[in-house]
């Protein structure tokens, strides 16, 4: 019997495009009560539940989706909390197509979307959060002598660790090297895609469950390993990939040539976005061009759209297939204008009299055999320069490790790209006591895979400092 089930997701409200570039209010609205109950009635509650392993948390889906079918909003949140301590976050940012919808039964029937995961959580966990008396966190388990356990950094891989070990019954303390905890969920993803105050909302229900947080705290600098070492039974350091690379060529000193990292930063962090209010503001071109098609270059591109510039292009030296933005992301940018160029590649930024830069001298690419990522090598094609006018540039090329306390840890053993030494199922490093996760283990990756590793590691240390104490 064939099954009759919607084939296409059930349509969610946005902003208009045209209305939304101006403004840095999110672009998604979320379902109603009603569209979500008619969206879970899409799942089909399959015995095999394949969402469940393209899930890095292992949510239970369609455990919270069945609950919502009910109606039982808060068993539907509770399923969602029991593996993810940041579900609003989640339903809003994780590659969901690459996850646990790219592998749903039904996103795999003929010509059907698979079932809306990620909106459906995200509706849940905002319902939640408006019922604050269902939104009660779990019961702190009381057992202070089980240890206490120091956390660098509190991005999403800090964050689930905390929590985590908290809920188990430990003594746990962030520290945070800026003066806003949250990581790039709080300094690289603006506001029209994650607004700051549901980061904030799932922050402090992880605090609620008694875990410290110590902000400007900066380990290997304000605070030493050693110190660490000699306060705490185990450490786990989730310190991210902030570092920018550049394309390194010539012309990336002049004016109005930016990282992505730092004309982010300022806009999130600093709230340039919302200067007079914020004494922080930030030049913006007339022409921009932000070169890369990852989220990075995406939330570049659309921040500069809404802060006034009059063209947004993206120069990416793959085409549109090999692009690794999210497809929402990608699918707001071309809604909202941006221009794309695929298959070019930037050789230099041209600079007019005055060290400001004028011009992006470019050449075109075609694609050979695969590399090492499995994506088409780009190769670059001869005599094919061509020149597009521009007063800024960003570059969203991709990150690296910050070095900071990698340095001030020479005994911690890192890869040949730079990144921590880990075992990829307990984030045992090579000292130990110390763990490590999230994307200083794996490189710049995503929010769910820097969870898991967050959850995976606080397993580990729950045992490791528990066998220590039977000793
Ligand atoms: P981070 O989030 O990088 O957090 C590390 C924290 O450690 C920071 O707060 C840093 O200040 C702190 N720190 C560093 N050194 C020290 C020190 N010495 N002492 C104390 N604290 C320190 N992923 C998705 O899944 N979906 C998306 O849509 C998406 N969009 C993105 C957009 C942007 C602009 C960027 C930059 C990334 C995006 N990502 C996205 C990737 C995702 O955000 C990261 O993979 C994830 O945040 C990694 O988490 P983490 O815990 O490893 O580190
Ligand atoms: Fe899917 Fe991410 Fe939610 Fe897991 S956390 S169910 S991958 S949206
Ligand atoms: Fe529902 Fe899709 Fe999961 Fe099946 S795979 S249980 S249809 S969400």
Request: proline letters at 6%.
């Amino acid at each position: 019997m064939a099954l009759k089930i919607p084939n296409k997701k059930t349509p969610i409200a946005e902003q208009e495009p045209q209305k939304r570039i101006h403004n840095f209010k999110e672009v998604v609205f979320g379902y109603t009560l009603e569209e979500a109950i008619t969206e879970a009635n899409r799942c089909l509650q399959c015995p095999t539940h394949p969402c469940i392993a393209g899930c890095p948390v292992s949510i239970d889906i369609p455990g919270f989706i069945l609950a919502l079918r009910k109606q039982n909003l808060s068993e539907s949140i509770k399923i969602l909390k029991n593996y993810n301590n940041l579900p609003a976050v989640c339903g809003r940012v994780c590659p969901q197509e690459s996850q646990c919808e790219g592998v749903c039964t039904v996103g795999l029937m003929k010509d059907h979307e698979p079932v809306a995961i990620g909106k459906l959580e995200r509706f849940v966990a905002d319902w939640a959060a408006s019922h604050e008396e269902i939104e009660r966190p779990p019961e702190r388990v009381e057992e202070s002598e089980k240890g206490k356990v120091a956390v660098v950094g509190s991005g999403p891989s800090g964050l689930t660790v905390a929590a985590d070990l908290a809920k188990r019954g430990y003594q746990v303390k962030i520290f945070e090297a800026l003066h806003a905890p949250g990581g790039v969920l709080m300094y690289g993803i603006p506001e029209f895609r994650l607004p700051k105050v549901i980061v904030e909302r799932e922050i402090n229900a992880i605090k609620e469950l008694g875990v410290e947080l110590e902000k400007d705290a900066v380990i290997g600098k304000t605070i030493t390993i050693e110190e660490l070492r000699s306060e705490y039974d185990a450490i786990f350091i989730g310190t991210g990939a902030g570092t920018p690379r550049f394309m390194n060529v010539p012309g990336t000193n002049l004016n109005g040539v930016y990282s992505a990292s730092e004309f982010l930063t300022r806009i999130n962090l600093m709230h340039s976005y919302e200067f007079p209010k914020y004494d922080t503001p930030i030049r913006i071109g007339k022409r921009v061009i932000v070169v890369g098609a990852g989220n990075v270059a995406m939330d570049a591109s659309r921040s500069a759209l809404r802060l006034g510039a009059e063209k947004s292009m993206i120069v990416y030296r793959r085409s549109e297939k090999e692009m690794p933005a999210r497809i929402e992301e990608y699918h707001h940018a071309v809604q909202e204008g941006i221009e794309f160029h695929w298959l070019t590649s930037p050789v230099e930024y041209i600079e007019d009299k005055n060290g400001n830069v004028t011009a992006v001298r470019c050449i075109k690419m075609r694609l050979g055999e695969p590399d090492a990522s499995g994506r088409r090598r780009p190769i670059p094609i001869e005599n094919s320069e061509f020149t597009i006018e521009a007063d800024m540039v960003i570059e969203a090329i991709g990150q690296t490790s910050n070095k900071v306390l990698l340095n001030a840890f020479p005994e911690l053993k890192l890869n040949k790209r730079g990144y921590i030494e880990a075992d990829p199922e307990t984030g045992k490093t090579s000292v130990e006591g110390v763990y490590a996760g999230g994307d200083i283990v794996t490189g710049a990756a995503t929010v769910i895979l820097a969870m898991g590793a967050g959850k995976r590691a606080a397993q580990a240390i729950d045992e490791y400092i528990s066998s220590k104490k039977k000793v």
